[in-house]
Each structure stands twice: as structure tokens, then as C-alpha cells.
């Protein structure tokens, strides 16, 4: 047999071998109804910042604890748990990702990311401090 | 309309008429040197220097338009001109000159810009180097600088916005009934500012060295599809190699610089991530490095040139791929710092696909099929721009435009790619000279082969997972669930199908499985393939020197175990890290042995061992930086220890009080305090370390984490390393009391004393002392009233403040106003004077009564983390670029000799 024919069958193995490595891993965006239907299974919900409902995070009992309500692309609010430090300007996020998994009622979030579209974009001129 | 009228005040109008001007010239310039350069190599044999010429006046011209644009931009920015959106969007009159520059690579248009201005650089030095293949080389790079000028151009056609402009007004870009006043500049004091994670000196000479090393990939892209063009298929590489190299030496310390200023300044804790943005930029430097490799079978061999062609297209093209990526917002929600869409994907992804076409189309020979492919793109560019007009006069109501759109777009565009990619590949593999007899197993070129294909595997399994996104919009995932479904109708299995894929659970994890084994594979080829010859390799000649080097590295990672102290969870893990380890140690020592016995320390040939060697570190500092990085700041007080207790990686903060000192696995940390440095609040943290018997060493140092409050992003916070030799100790604080929040709560501890002039009174806690300096009667208001005040000085732990409570007595009604000392949390209440008895012999005594805020006490919420080593990977690279730098002189000499002849 030649050598290439064997590198040919070797990379295709490899190929198919990341494909499936690939979506096996992968994980889902999906809204709290999906992932509480799957408690313990990891998935990206997308949200926004519930305002009307309180933040917990007393970094005096624990400062690795932080609590909010987070609202689903379907408009059901859960309670969201980050056992981290909140994290830096949460108040300004509009856009919030939260990896993580449903764990009975609540959501334990593994990971948060912000996404502040109005950080650097803002499209209103801030005539305020001109006044 | 009113608006016309309106006559502003104070803008500076003709700057921003000229840089559009050097835009519009940029773009007119790049295409006629295009153009011109086109014919010189295409057209009669008379007319070819005449070509030659005007393409190269074309692209002066070009090039002073770019260079033009470029300053216009910085005066605007520097002048701070906020009536240019850009400058108010990016800048503002605090910035520092020194970071004017990175307002560049804030805004897409500048960052094109700035990817214009290497173009340029590199276009002058070929004209002038490249010789015979001036025309077609040139000719390609005015064609990507009239792609990335239209970038820039900001104007309308046919319905759709081309580009867009750094030179738009803000007035025409926002509303507001601001701009209804003809001086609303004056309104305008300030610009938006730059974002202070980009003030950062890293973040000066970080982006222009990645956009060099992406600018720099587009020549052997160029030289291989001018081989293409000219039908000279062979010659190219030789002179494509050493700005293949500069490609690799320049990209792979761009991306260290990053990785460096995520850890220097992001608090993520570590430079490397596997963050979309990141993967963006490593993706072309594995499939650039890969051709470097390949180059240099094809030039010792003459192998392997079907594969050089392919990766050296593809390593460009993947760099326009990546700028997509991070440019178009796609990864919006993967990623934490993708660029938002400025409308430009549509361009970038035309970008793309021109550069795929155009190898395609250069290299049909026939020319009716040549001419009717031709026709066919002209058709598909036509339709696509009208497609959606067509589609609303024809489909009948009611049907769902949008659908039958999608539908429509499909038929058209995966046809024509398809039939692309077919010409591409197949035309491409038919210029490969006929191959001679196989590869010997014990050739150099053998291993080399396969040493690049790991990196086109690796480079494969990174982009593919960066892709994620991608594969999402282009409806992938539904594909895939029809395919489950077939399968779970057949087989009856219950396998479930995922609506929108999102990345992995463990990111890092994930990328580490695949990506640990490439690297342990790439560090033993490294290694062993020095040792072979081009050709064939007598076996008693290879064989001695792999034993001895196995030999030396086994010896040397048995010591390295009980240095490093390599810690993991399990055994398996354990068992890997240890190889992996043996790996990187065998690239280090074959490496240096092939200098020492081989090339005899000549300089000239150590430049790949050289690259190899520091290749090699670089992977011993991944390993033991990342295996054994630890919390140190590990928080023992939770709330709940209930679920999730085992989670190492979610009690890492720790909560520090002021003045308290908390021992950390081998020191004792106090926070000190805090110091305003306008706009930073520096966090004085001292490190004790602590000795083997657990006491202190006397040994102790300061970190500096500090804090900024922006008003536009919130609080943003910058860590502090102490670097040793050995280990690097990163901290930064996550949390901070709300000191604003203090002015509210109420006043506790009241009470009241009589004391005499000179006397001092204390608050409970005695954190406050205030003492009664004296009496004065000011000028009194009214006949039958008393007006006293107390002269008073308040003393606190940092200041003395003054402070006068009075004590009135109006139509004989006591009133004592509350004296509020904001600076020291109390207020005073002048409540009472007691007269002197003279029977008792007492002087006059002055009641107050004296409260207090109760203080928090202040502190601060920290991480501490120690990456032991990490100083590998820097050094490690360090030594990479000075081998790539190495081998760009062996071959640039080279080929001059070469010319000499």
C-alpha cells in the first residue's frame, strides 16, 4: 500500500474525529423551560437582566456569591447563581449569556459574559455635562 | 428644509473634505495600478514597461493617498475635532498622546486603515525586490488595497452603503435636537474616550504587529497565484519564503504581545484563553507555519508543491476568514471582545471569496470556459445585489418574502461556490508536476510532510470549533438534526438534537484534549526530523544521535519532575502531563544536540533549531504554568457549604479587611489602603512570605492592583504581578464597598458631655477626637437673641477638619442645629452652655451632644494566583522569533547569493 494512501486514510479518521469530537462537545443555546427539563446539563441560555427583582451579593457573608433574575429570549425570569464576585459593570450589561446548569429551581452559572453594546457605541449624543 | 440653513459654528470642515479625498484617491489609485500592473504582464510585449510604470506611479500615488489618510485621521483625533464622529466616538481631550495611536484599532475603519498602511509598506519594499515578478505580485496586493479602500469609502450604490467613512460627521450620524443649534460644538466638550483596557502600553504595539504579521501573509498568497497567473509554477517559492517567514515571526509575536496583555491587564488570569478572538489570529499562523515547512520540501525536494500552493492561498485566505470573524459580530455571543457589525460582513465576506476566485479563475486555460465562468460570476454579483427586488414583484402575496429569499440566495450562491471550489482545487492540483517515486520513510521530507499536517489539523480543529457561530447561521445544526432523526427513525436510538450550538461546557478543556497531543506530536518531530537528511538517511547515523538525546532528555525531565513539582488530579492526567513534559524536554535537547553535533554551532543553519528549541520551552511553560496555577486566595468563610462544595474554582476571592493580615498558602497578605491617582484607585496590598517553619521571612512585597470607576463602562479592574524568576504572583480586586452608598445610613451612638474650653470629646469607636478651641459670640441678629458658636477641630485618623456648631436661643426657645462633619462621619449638636458657678468654683462648661456614622470597615474582595514558570513561555517565544529572524537572514542571503551568480 502506498505511504500516501495511508496518510489519506489517517487525516480523514482525524477529520471525522474532530467533527464528531466537535458536536459532541458542543453544547446548546436554549431557553430555562429547556434546561430545566434537563436538570444537571450544561447549556447557554441568553438573556437580559431582570431590573424589577433584587441582586443579592453581600461580599461581607460571602464574596463568592452572587444572585439575580435573568430574563429568557421566551420572557421567563430564574434565579440565577454565580458563585463568583458579580461581575464588573453588571448594572450597564443589556445583553447577558449565562453558562451554567439548572439545579432544581435555580440556575448555577459556571460563566458569565456581559455584552454592553452601548459601552463604546452610543449612538445619543451626552449633552448633560455640557448643560 | 430648515436644517439646510442652519450655518454651524466652529467645525473644521476642509480636513475632513481632504482625508475623504485621499480615500476616494486611494481607491482610484489602487485601481489603476491594478489595472496597469494587469497589463504589463498580460498585455503586447511593447507596451509592458510602459505598464510597468504607470502600475508602479499608480501605486505611489496609492501609497501618499494611504499615508495621507492616516495623518488626516491622527490630526483629527490629536486636535480632538469632536465634530468627526470618530474622534468624539474613540477620544477625548484626557487621552494621552501615547494612546492617540490605539484609538486606531478601536474603530473598524481604522483598523483597516491601519491594515492599508502595511500593505503599503509591503508593496514598496516588492516593487523594488521582487523583480520579474513585480507585475503579477503587485498587481494582486493593488487588488486587496482596493478591497480594503472600499472599506473606507462610505457611500451609497445601488441602494447599499459601501464602506464606511472615518471622516462622517457626528452630526450626520446622531440625532439630537442639539444639532438644530448652530454652535452645538460648544456643547460638545468632550469625546466618548478610548476604552482604559486599550490604555494600555501592550495594547499600543500589540495590534499593529498582529495587522503586520496579517498584512505580511497576503505576499506568498501573491507569489503563488502570480505562478499560477504567468504559468511559472515552480519558481515562486524561493523568493516567497522569506516573507513567509516574516509572516510567522512577526503574526506569532503579535499574539504573544496579546497574550502577554491579557495577563498583564485582563483579569481573567492567564494569556491564553481560547477565546474566538484569539483562535481568530492563531487559525493563519498554524496554516502559515505549516507552509513555511512546505516551502522548504518543495525547495530541497522538489515535493509537496501541490500542498505549498494550497497553504500558502489558504493562510491568507484565512486571515481575511479571521477578520470576519471578529469584524462582522457573528461572535457576538461566544466571545468577550468581538467587534460589533458596522454593516462591513457583506464586504468582507466579498472580499473573501474574490481571493478564492481568482486562483480559480487565472487558471482555466480554456479560454471559452475561462470566458463563460467569467460570465457566470458577472451574473451572480448582478443577481445578488437585485435578487431580493425581483423576488417582491414576482412571488404572488401572502407568501413569506424573507423564505423564499433565503431559498433563492441558496440556489444561486451554492452552485456557483461549488463549481468555484471544483476549478480551485482540481486546476491547482493539474500544475503539480508529475510526482516521482514515494517519500522514503527515513527522508526528512517524509516527517516534514506529516509535521505540517499535524498543523493543518490542528489549525483545522481551531477553526472549525471556532466556527461554531458560523455554522449556526448557515443552518447547519438543522441539517444535522434531519440526519439524527434519519438515524434515530432506522436504528431507533434516541440520540437528541441540538436547535443552536453554543461552545463547549469546558472550553479549555476541550481545546487542551486536541490541541495537548498535537503539540506533544509537533515537539517529537521537531526533534527527531533534524536528524534526517533530504532524501534518505543512513540509519546507524540518525539512530545514535535520537538515542543520546532520548537518553539526555529522559535523565533531564526525571530531575525537571522534582523542580516543577507537577501537580494533577488523577493519575491518567498526571501520566500525560508527565509525557507532554518529556516531549517539550526532548524538542529543547535534540534540538541544541543537532547544533552542537551536526551543524557544529554554525550560525547560519541554526536558525529552525533554534525556533525549535524556544518551541520547545514554550510548551515546558505552558505545561507547568497552567498545570500547576493555583488560587491562592482561597475564601474559607462561605455561606453555604452545602452544594457544589467541591468547586475549587468558585471560592478563589477572598475578602480582605483593612489592616487585617490573612495568611495565604505561603504569605501573609494585608490590604493597606487605598490611594486616589486620578482616574485610578491603587489598592496597596502587601505580600509577607512566610518561611518552611511557617514564619515570617522578613521578606515582603507591595502589589498595586488598582480600580478604575469609568463613567461609561463601570468599574474596571487592572491586576498587579510581582514577576520572580521562578513564578509570578497576580492579584487583583473583583469587589469594592460602595463608598457613596455611606452617606445614607443613619447616625448611631449618641451622647452627650459637658466639657470646658480646651477639653477634647471622643466619639465611641474613638476613631474621632474633637476638641473645643474656643467660644466666639458672632454679631448677634436680634435684640433679645444669643447666637454662640463653637470654634472646633476635628481630628481623624487622616485629617483635621474645622467645624463651628452653634447654639441659638431665640425668644427663649433652645435651638441647636445638627453641624453635620461629612469628612469624618459625625455630627455636632451645640445642645447647652452652663454658666460658671463662682459658689463652686467651676468655670463655664458647653454641652454637646456628638453621633456618629458606624464605620464599615474598609476592604477589599481579591484574587491572588501563582503561575509558576510562566517566565518559560515569554522566553520560550523570545527565543522562537530569534530563530525565525535567523532563518529569514539564511534565506534572504541565499537567495541574494543565488541572484548574484
Not at chain 2, 517553619?693 to 487592572?718: R, Y
Amino acid at each position: 500500500m502506498k505511504t500516501s494512501y495511508i496518510i489519506a486514510i489517517v487525516l480523514v479518521a482525524a477529520l471525522i474525529a474532530i467533527i464528531v469530537s466537535m458536536y459532541g462537545n458542543s453544547t446548546e443555546y436554549a431557553t430555562f423551560n429547556t434546561a430545566a427539563q434537563n436538570q444537571g446539563k450544561t447549556y447557554h441560555v441568553v438573556g437580559h437582566l431582570d431590573r424589577t427583582k433584587p441582586q443579592l451579593y453581600n461580599e461581607l457573608k460571602d464574596p463568592n456569591y452572587f444572585e439575580f433574575y435573568l430574563k429568557d429570549s421566551l420572557d421567563n425570569v430564574n434565579r440565577v447563581v454565580y458563585r463568583q464576585p458579580r461581575p464588573q459593570d453588571f448594572e450597564r450589561s443589556e445583553n447577558v449569556v449565562v453558562k451554567g446548569k439548572m439545579n432544581g429551581e435555580t440556575f448555577e452559572a459556571k460563566e458569565i459574559l456581559l455584552k454592553c453594546p452601548s459601552k463604546y457605541n452610543e449612538t445619543e449624543v451626552d449633552v448633560t455635562a455640557a448643560n | 428644509m430648515e436644517e439646510n440653513i442652519v450655518t454651524y459654528i466652529g467645525e473644521h470642515l476642509a480636513i475632513g473634505n481632504w482625508g475623504k479625498f485621499a480615500v476616494y484617491l486611494s481607491f482610484g489609485a489602487a485601481l489603476f495600478s491594478a489595472f496597469s500592473y494587469l497589463l504589463s504582464f498580460k498585455g503586447g510585449a511593447e507596451n509592458k514597461t510602459f505598464w510597468r510604470n504607470m502600475g508602479r506611479a499608480g501605486f505611489y500615488i496609492h501609497s501618499t493617498a494611504v499615508v495621507s489618510i492616516f495623518v488626516i485621521l491622527f490630526v483629527i483625533i490629536q486636535r480632538h475635532y469632536f465634530e468627526y464622529q470618530y474622534a468624539w466616538q474613540h477620544s477625548s481631550t484626557a487621552l494621552p498622546l501615547k494612546y492617540m495611536i490605539s484609538c486606531f484599532w478601536e474603530g473598524q475603519e481604522g483598523s483597516f486603515l491601519l491594515w492599508m498602511v502595511w500593505h503599503v509598506v509591503i508593496g514598496n519594499i516588492l516593487m523594488f525586490t521582487a523583480r520579474s515578478w513585480e507585475s503579477p505580485v503587485m498587481a494582486i496586493i493593488s487588488i486587496a488595497q482596493i478591497m480594503l479602500s472600499t472599506m473606507l469609502l462610505g457611500v451609497e450604490f445601488l441602494g447599499s452603503k459601501i464602506g464606511s467613512s472615518p471622516f462622517n460627521l457626528l452630526r450626520d450620524m446622531t440625532q439630537g435636537p442639539i444639532f438644530s443649534r448652530p454652535d452645538y460644538l460648544n456643547f460638545i466638550k468632550d469625546g466618548n474616550g478610548l476604552n482604559p483596557l486599550l490604555q494600555n502600553y501592550w495594547m499600543v504595539i500589540h495590534p499593529p504587529t498582529l495587522f503586520f504579521g496579517f498584512a505580511a501573509s497576503i505576499v506568498p498568497f501573491a507569489y503563488a497565484v502570480s505562478a499560477l497567473w504567468t504559468r511559472r509554477y515552480t519558481e515562486w517559492v524561493k523568493p516567497a519564503l522569506p516573507w513567509a517567514l516574516v509572516g510567522v515571526m512577526v503574526l506569532g509575536t503579535g499574539i504573544i504581545m496579546g497574550g502577554f496583555w491579557a495577563y498583564e491587564s485582563l483579569t481573567f488570569g492567564g494569556y491564553w484563553a481560547w477565546d474566538p478572538v484569539e483562535n481568530a489570529s492563531l487559525i493563519p499562523w498554524l496554516i502559515l507555519i505549516a507552509t513555511v515547512h512546505l516551502m522548504l520540501i518543495y525547495k530541497s525536494t522538489g515535493n509537496a508543491l501541490y500542498s505549498t500552493y494550497l497553504l500558502a492561498i489558504f493562510s491568507f485566505l484565512l486571515v481575511l476568514y479571521a477578520t470576519f470573524l471578529t469584524r462582522s459580530g457573528i461572535l457576538g455571543n461566544t466571545s468577550v471582545h468581538s467587534f460589533t457589525d458596522l454593516g462591513m460582513s457583506g464586504q468582507l465576506l466579498v472580499f473573501l471569496f474574490i481571493f478564492l476566485w481568482l486562483p480559480a479563475y487565472v487558471t482555466i486555460n480554456n479560454t471559452k470556459l475561462r470566458f463563460g465562468y467569467l460570465g457566470i460570476t458577472v451574473l451572480v454579483f448582478i443577481l445578488s445585489f437585485f435578487i431580493g427586488k425581483i423576488i417582491t414583484a414576482f412571488i404572488p402575496q401572502g407568501e413569506d418574502i424573507a423564505v423564499v429569499l433565503s431559498y433563492a440566495q441558496k440556489a444561486i450562491f451554492v452552485p456557483y461556490v461549488l463549481i468555484t471550489l471544483f476549478f480551485f482545487f482540481r486546476n491547482i492540483y493539474k500544475v503539480n508536476p508529475i510526482k516521482g517515486k514515494e517519500e522514503d520513510f527515513s527522508s526528512r521530507e517524509f516527517w516534514m510532510f506529516i509535521g505540517s499536517l499535524v498543523f493543518v489539523l490542528s489549525g483545522l480543529h481551531v477553526i472549525a470549533s471556532t466556527s461554531l457561530p458560523v455554522f449556526n447561521k448557515l443552518g447547519v445544526p438543522q441539517v444535522i438534526n434531519s440526519l439524527i432523526g434519519g438515524i434515530n427513525f432506522v436504528f431507533g436510538t434516541s440520540i437528541q438534537s441540538k436547535l443552536e450550538f453554543a461552545p463547549p461546557d469546558d472550553v479549555i478543556g476541550y481545546y487542551n484534549m486536541w490541541q495537548l497531543p498535537v503539540a506533544m506530536i509537533l515537539a517529537v518531530l521537531t526533534a527527531t526530523t533534524q536528524f534526517l537528511k533530504y532524501k534518505k538517511t543512513q540509519q546507524k547515523y540518525y539512530f545514535n544521535n535520537i538515542i543520546i538525546s532520548l537518553s539526555i532528555s529522559l535523565a533531564l525531565t526525571t530531575v525537571l519532575l522534582f523542580v516543577f513539582k507537577i501537580k494533577a488530579d488523577n493519575n491518567s492526567t498526571l501520566l500525560l502531563y508527565l509525557l507532554f513534559l518529556l516531549c517539550a524536554v526532548y524538542a529543547v535537547v535534540g534540538n541544541i544536540y543537532y547544533i552542537y553535533k551536526v551543524v557544529k554551532g554554525k550560525w547560519e543553519f541554526s536558525g529552525a533549531s533554534v525556533a525549535h528549541i524556544g518551541f520547545g520551552l514554550l510548551l515546558v511553560g505552558v505545561l507547568v504554568s497552567s498545570a500547576n496555577k493555583r488560587a491562592i486566595s482561597i475564601n474559607y468563610t462561605r455561606s453555604d457549604l452545602g452544594e457544589n462544595f467541591d468547586e475549587e474554582s468558585q471560592k478563589e476571592h477572598v475578602l480582605l479587611f483593612k489592616n487585617t493580615p490573612t495568611p495565604m498558602e505561603g504569605y501573609i497578605v494585608t490590604y493597606l489602603g487605598d490611594s486616589l491617582a486620578a482616574p485610578d484607585n491603587f489598592f496597596k496590598i502587601q505580600f509577607e512570605k512566610l518561611g518552611k517553619d511557617s514564619l515570617p521571612t522578613g521578606e515582603k512585597f507591595f502589589l498595586l492592583p488598582n480600580s478604575q470607576t469609568n463613567p461609561k463602562m463601570g468599574l474596571i479592574s487592572n491586576p498587579d504581578t510581582r514577576h520572580y524568576l521562578t513564578h509570578d504572583v497576580f492579584t487583583y480586586v473583583s469587589s469594592i464597598p460602595d463608598k457613596e452608598g455611606n452617606k445614607d445610613r443613619p447616625y448611631e451612638h449618641f451622647h452627650t458631655d459637658s466639657i470646658a474650653i480646651h477639653d477634647t470629646l471622643y466619639t465611641d469607636n474613638a476613631k474621632v477626637k474633637v476638641i473645643l478651641d474656643g467660644i466666639s459670640v458672632p454679631e448677634q441678629p436680634n435684640g433679645n437673641d444669643l447666637l454662640v458658636a463653637a470654634n472646633m477641630r476635628v481630628i481623624t485618623l487622616y485629617d483635621t477638619i474645622e467645624a463651628n456648631p452653634r447654639f441659638i436661643l431665640a425668644n427663649d426657645i433652645r435651638i441647636s442645629p445638627d453641624e453635620e462633619v461629612a469628612g469624618a462621619d459625625i455630627k455636632i449638636k451645640f445642645s447647652n452652655i452652663i454658666p460658671p458657678d463662682t459658689t463652686r468654683n467651676t468655670s463655664a462648661a458647653f454641652e454637646f451632644t456628638i453621633a456618629e456614622r458606624p464605620m464599615i470597615r474598609d476592604y477589599v474582595v481579591m484574587m491572588a494566583k501563582v503561575f509558576p514558570y510562566i517566565n518559560f513561555v515569554w522566553g520560550g517565544t523570545i527565543i522562537m522569533v530569534i530563530g525565525f529572524l535567523m532563518s529569514i537572514i539564511r534565506r534572504v542571503k541565499e537567495s541574494r547569493r543565488e541572484r548574484a551568480k
